[in-house]
């Protein structure tokens, strides 16, 4: 599906594949300009799950924001589903760390704000909805505001309002970065399981290697700023993976090949 075309919700839509050449942000210019990012390339197939992991300051969530055009390129070319980018992208949906939740709205009117500004069938989209809560286990939510839900509710209304219009694309920026870590772990299994299910393209940004290597189908290891892919590791792992990933002595494998990237390029802290 072209990433400019106006929004549908007669069929599931598939992933879109995204491929960036020369990907590269410049900010300021002269003897002021930053190098922040690049050059870096970018092949990430239809359905696609995708994670960039690096240390802070690195370019991630540039990346992310320049893939989904609400970022100008200083340099290079994104091209979605073998379009070039040349605006934001309309069938995406994007989660962030902070849920960014409207607090005067339930949680399913939190979702439901998609069909309104998007102006799609309300009536299906109320089935969509309430379809990602369940699935998101979510049941019994649907009229409670934010500030009655625990943190790892809040941010599965957020990834439900992200898929509600049925994106081709799904971005997520350290989503799981503010739950603690019975929660990560939960609330990782629900987006591997819901993504099985609707394979939609993901670049998922992360700090954390048990996250990049537990959801992810390859991992991108960035450098420090400016920030350059320095290794991509293909994750060869059964799905769906089990909550407590050290069940593979796989996973200790690429965990101990990541870190070592890492420490090669004297970063400890990420």
Request: with cysteine; proline share 6%.
């Amino acid at each position: 599906m072209a990433h400019n075309s106006a929004p549908t919700t007669a069929s599931p839509t598939i992933g879109a594949s995204i491929v960036a050449k020369g990907l590269t942000k410049v900010y300021g210019r002269g003897s002021d300009a930053f190098h922040a990012l690049g050059p870096i390339d970018l092949d990430i197939k239809p359905g696609e799950f995708v994670s960039l992991i690096g240390p802070s300051g690195c370019g991630k969530s540039t990346t992310m924001l320049m893939v989904s055009g609400l970022e100008p390129i200083t340099d290079g070319v994104v091209e979605v589903d073998g379009k070039p980018l040349t605006r934001p992208i309309s069938e995406i949906g994007i989660v962030f760390q902070d849920h960014l939740l409207l607090d005067f709205r339930t949680a399913i009117s939190n979702v439901m704000l998609q069909q309104e500004i998007r102006r799609l069938p309300r009536a299906e989209m109320k089935e969509r909805a309430q379809a990602l809560f369940a699935q998101l286990g979510l049941q019994g939510a649907e009229e409670k505001y934010p500030w009655q839900l625990s943190g790892g509710m809040r941010q599965r209304v957020s990834i439900a309002r992200a898929l509600v219009h049925d994106p081709s694309m799904l971005i997520m920026d350290e989503p799981f970065g503010a739950l603690d870590a019975i929660s990560r772990t939960q609330i990782r299994h629900d987006l591997e399981m819901l993504w099985l299910e609707k394979r939609k393209t993901v670049l998922f940004i992360t700090h954390s290697i048990e996250e990049a290597v537990g959801l992810s189908d390859r991992v991108l290891v960035m450098s420090k700023s400016p920030g350059r892919i320095v290794e991509e590791i293909a994750i060869d792992l059964p799905r769906p993976r089990p909550a407590h990933l050290g069940e593979y002595p796989e996973f200790s494998v690429y965990a101990k090949r990541i870190y070592t990237i890492f420490e090669k390029l004297g970063i400890y802290k990420f």
